[in-house]
């Protein structure tokens, strides 16, 4: 059975600090997704990895994608307030067009002033 | 273009009732995937639907079901409720041969008392 593990679950930074939220899986897969959530609301697509080495940025944030090592990366630099939120990785296990994303638990980032 | 909406966005129920949750995709996507998301288990895949047939089926019980109609709206099912069946109830839409770009709607709060 595929797993997705996010670590760390929780995360408190100070705002202006850098820091990495890691997402590991246990089969083969060239699709990554990052979606960000905030409390209540819905998730929020931020990042699509489609293939090995893949490297996107948008802001302050950074993703990444390790094929073979079935690792990415969601880099944050300089936090700032408004990044608060719990972030997701999810895998794409889709076969022949049926769809499925598999989760990784979520990492609560909590960013202080 | 509208987003994927969800309705009714808040629903209370009673163990051993059913309850219907009805998710419009956005103009054009064919496939429509559901997840409920749990403090507990996180997010787990319920089911994709595309053109009207279930192309994926994630592990849960018979008591969970769904159906997709030819306009591409969907709807799903829980029959027989039981406590554990709170969750936030998330549906996804694509647009067929398009990986990776997966919209999320709103989502549905159930809460069964």
């Known amino acids: 059975e595929l797993k997705v593990e996010q670590n760390p679950l929780f995360l408190s930074m100070q705002e202006g600090k850098n820091y990495t939220i890691y997402c590991n899986y246990s089969?083969?897969?060239?699709?990554l997704y990052w979606y960000r959530q905030d409390p209540g609301k819905s998730l929020e697509s931020l990042f699509v990895?489609?293939?090995?080495?893949a490297v996107k940025q948008e802001g302050r944030l950074m993703a990444s994608l390790d094929t073979k090592a079935r690792l990415s990366t969601l880099h944050i630099t300089a936090a700032v307030h408004d990044l608060s939120a719990t972030y997701f990785c999810a895998v794409d296990i889709s076969h022949q067009g049926a769809q499925k994303l598999v989760f990784g638990q979520g990492t609560r980032l909590t960013i202080n002033p | 273009k509208a987003g994927v909406t969800q309705t009714p966005r808040y629903l209370i129920k009673t163990r051993g009732q059913q309850v219907t949750l009805s998710c419009s995709p956005i103009?054009?996507?064919?496939?429509v995937s559901w997840y409920q998301q749990t403090p507990g288990q996180g997010l787990q895949f319920l089911f994709e639907y595309f053109s009207e047939t279930q192309r994926n089926k994630g592990n849960f019980p018979g008591r969970f079901s769904g159906r997709q109609f030819s306009n591409s709206r969907s709807e799903m099912n829980v029959s027989t409720l039981e406590l554990g069946d709170s969750a936030l109830y998330l549906c996804?839409?694509?647009?067929?041969?398009?990986?990776?770009?997966?919209?999320f709607g709103p989502g549905t709060r159930l809460t069964v008392t």
């Open positions: 990895l489609l293939s090995n080495g």
């Open positions: 103009s054009g996507h064919r496939s």
């Open positions: 996804a839409s694509s647009a067929w041969g398009v990986v990776g770009e997966q919209y």
């Open positions: 089969t083969t897969s060239d699709r």
